[in-house]
């Protein structure tokens, strides 16, 4: 019988791939640490186009939003306790939420050394939102942030997910001229609210 | 399509407006600087290069048992995993999967091996309308041309010249060069395609065999809002683009956009893990030789390629030659030692499009030794005999005259005596020396004469 595809690739790697070499130790690599991760966080996030505020409640999130994007437009949130927004319709189509002017949604944590935010598919449910929406707000207890990317992925761990992503502040392009254009094809504009400490968000 | 021809030849078109090749050059390397700005802020930047580069020398190493792992988990993941030996293959499964759900118009975000494969030729010749929706590849793709940097498609355009592209193909008012208003026409039209097309094409920037999911790296957003609109997603990934495991995301997406454009991390690193309810997704593992590449000792290490594109801002030719003048989908020096093997005779000039300064080498995230690389092609390239004729008849007249001391002498004199009393002889367009410079003005005497006049007294 004829070797199938997948059956010579794989013949043709086995011959000819190298002896084994063995992975890096874990202790290879010594990454830097913040003296203040919330700062840094803030500083690098602001630096690539994103807007951050230290919040003490959800009224305050609500109050931000109100103030800060055209009124009568299309808000929505997946975030239960914040009543004041409407709530993604999570069994219509993604394309619906072509006119969403504003999402605000939860992240697990943030990475202070390149100000990206990281949120799974269960607290989205709608993978779509923070992409087609034209204005991103975020909600993050602001204890939440790692140093770097390393200790992102050990508080990942082995945890599983159906889609998983980091966003670092607002869609952009440069590729005209290297001039850079906030508003690619998603977000706007991305606000991180900063949940002040002795806030416990019931989501 | 461009037509094949050498690198040489090629430069020359790019060559012809000195002002673009001075701007093209400027840009790379300010893209070079922010690269270097941003390493220099993480004192772990050698130690986070020599692990990436462990990593995957890992990982080549054992690519047999980390694809069978990585398929596994992919399949248990709900995903569709198919193998592609060459690029045909890889376009038909492509176009299967369009006509099983009778599509015939789709988006693709980047993937620089569907370049490699020419799939959106192969798919047109379908009868298949594909939409590019990186920006930059919207632009040269409206503009009928290939990228011409692996992660900024269009540096080499000038922003009036997009402006006529959009005025012609989006309705722009004409004469205007706004960035900010040819982006936000891009974006509502292309809005419309995310929104309407049911199969999104992307590529993938890592996949992991630990746990079955890939990873993607957009700043514009594209990648996903065609993923997650649409019905089928396919990812079209090398079988090079795997990692053992999810942690050395971390090791990768550090040096990613570092490296790339300066950047801390591009704006969305997307982790694909399981299908939407509903939705499918697929992903195309291709070879296309690079389990041959592979088995060359000397080349396996370009495997280890992220597609960065540090080596081409940094590079002094790239910069001035532009990256059309390497006639294949990933240009400057890592696509000089990837195409040979891909085809040794089409691509023979390549490694000889580098001054082996070992900038390359120097930026690279994942440290490839490129420049010795580029040196070690030259040399298969000439002993399986596809040196361009010119450079193999040069090289065969100096060898001679350098091993006859007679000769060589005779031949300096002529030389010198040329440059002074017939300088038209040299200063002409025949002397590739003579290209955007001035020869030199010939010296008083040659050296062995000098030395002959001003050595000092042998001892006795």
């Known amino acids: 019988m004829p070797l199938n595809s997948r059956e010579k690739i794989l013949a043709a790697v086995k011959k000819n791939q190298p002896p084994l070499e063995p992975l890096p130790a874990a202790t290879a690599i010594v990454p830097i640490q913040f003296d203040n991760p919330l700062e840094k966080f803030k500083s690098v996030l602001e630096g690539i186009g994103g807007v951050v505020l230290q919040v003490n409640d959800l009224l305050q999130v609500a109050a931000y939003v109100n103030n800060s994007f055209k009124e009568g437009n299309k808000y929505v949130t997946t975030i239960a306790s914040l009543t004041d927004v409407d709530q993604v319709d999570h069994s219509a189509k993604a394309h619906t939420l072509e006119d969403v002017e504003v999402a605000i949604m939860a992240a697990d944590f943030a990475v202070a050394e390149n100000g990206a935010v990281f949120i799974t598919a269960s607290s989205l449910k709608t993978r779509a939102l923070p992409f087609i929406c034209q204005h991103l707000v975020v909600l993050l207890p602001q204890h939440e942030i790692v140093h770097t990317m390393h200790q992102a992925y050990e508080r990942i761990g082995a945890a599983t997910y159906d889609y998983a992503v980091f966003i670092a502040g607002p869609s952009k392009t440069a590729d005209i001229e290297q001039s850079l254009v906030l508003g690619a094809h998603g977000p706007k504009t991305m606000t991180v609210c900063l949940l002040a400490d002795n806030y416990l968000p019931n989501r | 399509m461009q037509t094949h021809n ?12 000195e002002e673009r090749v001075n701007w093209h050059d400027e840009t790379l390397w300010w893209v070079r600087q922010k690269r270097d700005k941003a390493a220099w802020t993480l004192p772990e930047w050698e130690q986070l290069r020599e692990a990436a580069s462990k990593i995957k020398m890992n990982t080549l190493s054992d690519l047999n048992a980390y694809l069978k792992e990585f398929e596994k988990n992919a399949q248990r993941n709900g995903i569709i995993v198919h193998w592609a030996i060459d690029s045909q293959e890889h376009n038909a499964i492509v176009h299967s999967i369009l006509q099983k759900h009778q599509v015939t118009e789709i988006v693709k975000s980047k993937s620089m091996l569907t370049e490699e494969c020419h799939l959106n030729e192969y798919l047109a010749a379908q009868g298949i309308d594909v939409v590019d929706t990186d920006l930059g590849e919207r632009i040269v793709q409206l503009a009928g041309e290939a990228p011409s940097h692996i992660v900024l498609p269009c540096i080499h355009k000038k922003k009036e010249e997009i402006g006529e592209l959009f005025h012609v193909h989006l309705g722009t008012p004409a004469g205007n060069a706004d960035p900010q208003l040819l982006t936000n026409a ?69 040096l990613l956009a570092r490296s790339a454009t300066g950047q801390p991390i591009t704006t969305y690193s997307s982790h694909f ?35 960065c594109g540090a080596c081409m801002n940094t590079c002094p030719v790239y910069r001035r030659s532009g990256g059309h003048s390497y006639h294949t989908a990933i240009a400057g020096p890592i696509g000089a030692i990837l195409a040979p093997n891909l085809n040794m005779k089409d691509n023979a000039d390549l490694p000889f499009a580098s001054t082996l300064c070992g900038s390359c080498s120097n930026v690279c995230p994942v440290k490839i030794d490129i420049h010795t690389q580029l040196y070690k092609w030259r040399q298969v390239i000439t002993q399986e005999g596809y040196s361009p004729a010119g450079k193999t008849a040069a090289m065969k007249l100096m060898a001679v005259t350098l091993s006859k001391p007679g000769l060589y002498r005779l031949a300096g004199k002529a030389g010198r005596w040329c440059i002074r009393h017939l300088p038209f002889l040299v200063n002409n367009r025949l002397n590739p020396w003579y290209k955007q410079r001035e020869m030199p003005a010939a010296p008083e005497q040659s050296f062995a004469t000098w030395y002959k006049k001003n050595r000092p007294a042998e001892k006795k």
Do not use: Y
């Open chain 2, 6 to 17: 050498n690198h040489a030849a090629l430069s020359e078109v790019f060559n012809k407006d």
């Open chain 2, 186 to 254: 891009a974006r509502l039209h292309l809005r419309e395609k995310f929104l309407s097309r049911r199969i999104a094409i992307t590529g993938v920037n890592f996949a992991v065999a630990e746990t079955g999911e890939f990873v993607v790296c957009t700043n514009e957003g594209n990648a996903d809002m065609g993923a997650h609109l649409a019905d089928v997603h396919i990812a079209c990934m090398g079988i090079e683009k795997l990692i053992p495991q999810r942690k050395h995301l971390g090791v990768f997406l550090r």
């Open chain 2, 273 to 307: 893990s399981k299908p939407q309810p509903g939705q499918e997704i697929h992903i195309i593992l291709v070879d296309n030789q690079r389990s041959t590449q592979l088995g060359r000792e000397d080349f396996r290490n370009s495997l280890k390629c992220i597609r």
